[in-house]
């Protein structure tokens, strides 16, 4: 079986629900990237083992906050070697606002990934996009190069949608299912 790790960073504790529920789903170790934008050294051995990696940052004026770009930096040591190459990648992110320009950010994580020369996994789920379509609708807001997420800004992370966590979900499985695929 393929090892899958999510590493990201939240700034609101959002984002650390979304990993945690991608985690589960596709059976992943978490890694943390901390308020100063580093994560333990133990956990750069863990992420050359992965078969897959998943990205995780909120969106915060239209990107990935510095905290998660300060990771994406330290990574060249890993693009010098090539150490990630054709590794599995995928990205979620979340913002307050309904679009609040997560593309950007997705698009962000996908490049970083495309450095590393790493396979992209696309979303692979159809927008919920018909007058019936609800908040609690698998893929509500549309994505297609990773998961999206919103949680309004005075809403805890426990208030989440639940389409949304189950996008995440279902997203989370999809990488770590290429992976085994590949990696068998």
């Known amino acids: 079986m393929a090892k899958t790790v999510i590493v990201y960073f939240s700034g609101y504790g959002h984002t650390k629900r979304v990993a945690e529920v991608a985690a589960q789903s596709a059976n992943a170790e978490l890694i943390e ?26 969106t915060y004026m239209g990107s990935v906050p510095w905290q998660f770009k300060k990771f994406a930096d330290a990574t060249s040591k890993k693009w010098f070697t090539r150490e990630w190459q054709d590794k599995v990648f995928g990205g979620f ?45 698998v893929n509500n807001l549309g994505g297609s190069v990773g998961a999206l997420v919103q949680a309004p800004s005075d809403a805890g992370a426990d208030e989440i949608s639940t389409g949304d966590l189950e996008t995440v979900k279902l997203y989370a499985a999809r990488v770590a299912g290429i992976a085994n695929r590949l990696h068998d």
């Open 93 to 137: 992110t979340n913002s307050a606002s309904l679009n609040g320009d997560k593309q950007v950010s997705l698009i962000f994580l996908q490049t970083l990934a495309s450095q590393h020369g790493g396979l992209w996994v696309s979303l692979g789920l159809a927008p919920a996009n018909t007058k019936a379509a609800t908040r609690g609708d």
């Open 33 to 58: 990237i901390d308020a100063d934008g580093n994560v333990p050294e133990s956990a750069w051995a863990t992420l050359d083992g992965a078969h897959a990696i998943l990205f995780g940052a909120p």
